[in-house]
């Protein structure tokens, strides 16, 4: 009985001599194996975007500054054509350059509505519009609007003016000389100047 038994155990002791070689080869080569090939073309993906992410957070980050820069700068000069406070001037800068946007918002909302240009003219135009009014003539009486060559106010009737005898200028009343033709003297009621007297002369 074991004499036939001894072919076939040899039989079976040479096959798993055989195998053995393979099933340690496997298992050698069996963790590199185990990597899903999922995550390898992942971190393949992530290498060739990496340069690309660098330049666009850079450009992300030099925007910000230079928008950063250019907040402050505006509100500088805003500030400065609004206002000759320089402590004003200061505090609304640096509310911008701390708070950024908020800052900014914060200053448009309390800024001053009207630049020193806008000032200055709205100024000149109210000086030039009390100069006219200043300049309009109107009725002692009545305090009515007359022109330069009214003799009478056409509102109440009082006296303005007066012609000149000689050149019919209007005149003022309280003037004595016309000083247009130098008529003057007694005779500005209408008469004419009475004739001057010469001296006698001596009988020869």
């Excluded at 001894?6 to 393979?22: D, G, M, Y």
């Excluded at 069996?30 to 990597?35: C, E, I, K, R």
């Excluded at 230079?66 to 406070?85: C, E, K, M, P």
């Excluded at 509102?155 to 005149?171: I, V, W, Y």
Aim: charged residues 15%; aromatic residues 8%.
């Amino acid at each position: 009985m074991s004499i036939l038994l001894q072919p076939a155990i040899h039989h079976v002791a040479q096959a798993i001599a055989a195998a053995s070689p393979t099933a340690s080869a496997s298992a050698t080569t069996a963790p590199v194996s185990s990597v899903p090939p999922t995550q390898a073309s992942s971190g393949s993906a992530l290498d060739s975007i990496k340069p690309l992410l660098t330049v666009v957070v850079f450009f992300a980050v030099a925007f910000s500054v230079i928008f950063w820069v250019a907040l402050v700068y505006w509100t500088w000069r805003d500030v400065r054509s609004r206002t000759q406070d320089t402590i004003l001037q200061i505090t609304a800068t640096i509310l911008v350059a701390v708070f950024n946007l908020g800052g900014l918002f914060i200053y448009l909302i309390v800024r001053p509505r009207q630049t020193l240009a806008e000032l200055y003219e709205r100024q000149l135009e109210e000086e030039s519009l009390l100069a006219e009014m200043t300049e309009r003539q109107t009725c002692p009486t009545c305090h009515y609007r007359v022109e330069p060559d009214f003799q009478a106010c056409p509102s109440c009737g009082t006296k303005l003016r007066r012609p000149c005898p000689r050149c019919e200028h209007l005149l003022e009343l309280k003037w004595n000389v016309c000083p247009y033709c130098g008529y003057g003297g007694g005779a500005m009621d209408g008469g004419s100047r009475a004739p001057s007297r010469q001296p006698a002369r001596a009988e020869r």
